[in-house]
């Protein structure tokens, strides 16, 4: 039985804590799916999670605006990733792929979300590029003016959804200025003429991943989000609501690796008696807690004080990004100690979980560049 003794904190309204309930509930009904066919999989489990309505906090109803609730978004990733890293991914990517529609678009634009939400579409977040990963200021690719319309020249990758979305949001220089202020962000749909995919990725969790090429691929100016030069704004505002989500998804990771840790050396007998009167098998079991609950404390200290008006809160997600990925790796790789042979067996779940953390100290800022977010954060205060 995983510790739920967390909701209980102050972070939480009981809204959050029923929430919980009866994601988890449902998680053990329809969780996990097979992964063999990745795309077929996804497309599935955004269908499912759309069907049940648990897609809905993922982006603004255009119904009844209201800011994205970090906190459900939070607890419901933590849920998912605790029971399948598959269906975080999912529901993951419908946030992300729309958060820059939800903070800045048109109600034209918003009229995606009612879709998306219900899992009628799959969208993407198109910002890295072969050259510009980190450096994101440094992208190449381009979109011109071109009567009423915009033409976009140029790859990106590394693009989860790529291959599969149903729209994409992308970031392109217009050349308003140099580096990051002459950047726009762009709604391109999946069957746009000109887009095509380059390359299929393979990583060690799969999931949908590309590079996308656009050869001249043309869009209305309506497609334009904000203002022309807003994009390096846009995808940075998204990512500031999104990356505490990140050290959200490991927390569910390194949650599941701890159970199974505590149910493994109660079961198993080594020595004569179960491993778990074995001191340094506590002592892993002890640091193992530690992380979970510290990393608990900043995602959801990072989701409170998003919800509860901060315009930003740059310095609390690096932290809780940061802290929550790289200690449960350190969590999922203790839990494989524990599990001995059984643990890097093909199939075994801590295995996967060993599989699955890794992205997460990558994607969405590396764990570096967090560190560096944080120092300037900190010095600047000084
Ligand atoms: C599984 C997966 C899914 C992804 N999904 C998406 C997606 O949906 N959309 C999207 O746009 N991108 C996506 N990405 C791309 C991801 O955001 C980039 O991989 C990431 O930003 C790092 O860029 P890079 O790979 O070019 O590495 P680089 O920028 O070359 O960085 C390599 C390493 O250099 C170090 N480093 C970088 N900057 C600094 C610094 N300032 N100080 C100190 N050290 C530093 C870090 O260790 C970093 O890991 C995904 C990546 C992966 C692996």
Redesign the pocket.
């Known amino acids: 039985m995983p510790d739920r003794s967390f909701l209980n904190w102050p972070f939480f309204e009981d809204r959050h804590r029923q929430l919980a309930e009866r994601l988890d509930s449902w998680c053990a009904k329809n969780l996990p799916v097979d992964h063999h066919e990745v795309d077929a999989a996804c497309r599935a489990l955004v269908a499912k999670l759309g069907r049940d309505g648990w897609l809905k906090p993922t982006a603004l109803d255009p119904a009844n605006p209201g800011p994205l609730d970090v906190r459900t978004l939070c607890i419901t990733r933590e849920t998912l990733a605790r029971h399948d890293g598959l269906a975080d991914f999912a529901f993951a ?1 419908q946030g ?1 792929g729309t958060g820059a529609i939800t903070l800045f678009g048109t109600p034209e634009q918003q009229r995606w979300l009612g879709k998306t939400r219900a899992g009628q579409a799959i969208s ?5 590029e072969p050259r ?4 994101v200021a440094n992208m190449e690719m381009t979109a011109v003016r071109d009567g009423g319309d915009y033409v976009l020249s140029g790859e ?1 990758t ?4 790529g291959g599969i979305a149903d729209l994409y949001v992308i970031f392109a220089r217009t050349g308003e200025a140099p580096g990051a202020k002459g950047i726009s962000a762009f709604i391109v749909p999946g069957d746009a003429k000109g887009l095509g995919i380059a390359e299929r990725l393979e ?1 060690i969790a799969p ?1 949908p ?1 590309a590079r996308l090429s656009f050869d001249n691929v043309r869009v209305p100016a309506s497609a334009l989000i904000g203002k022309p030069g807003d994009g390096f704004r846009i995808a940075m505002s998204v990512l500031d609501v999104f990356r505490s989500t990140v050290g959200a998804a490991a927390l569910g990771f390194a949650r599941r690796a701890l159970d199974e840790s505590v149910s493994r050396a109660a079961e198993r007998k080594l020595f004569g008696a179960p491993m778990a009167e074995l001191q340094i098998v506590q002592g892993h079991i002890a640091d193992m807690a530690l992380d979970v609950d510290a990393a608990a404390l900043l995602i959801y200290r990072a989701a409170w004080t998003k919800d509860t008006g901060a315009a930003r809160v740059t310095r609390e997600a690096a932290m809780a990004k940061l802290f929550a990925t790289d200690k449960a790796q350190e969590v999922i790789d203790k839990a494989v100690q524990l599990h001995g042979g059984d643990g890097v067996r093909k199939g075994h779940i801590v295995e996967s979980l060993y599989r699955e953390i890794r ?1 997460l100290r ?8 967090q560190k ?1 977010v944080i120092a300037r954060q900190v010095m600047g205060a000084v």
Not at 124 to 128: I, K, Y
Not at 132 to 135: A, E, V
């Open positions: 990517m992300l993407a977040f198109a910002l890295s510009s990963g980190s450096d990106k590394w693009i989860s959804n990583v999931h991943l992205a990558i994607y969405e800022g590396a764990s570096d560049v560096v």
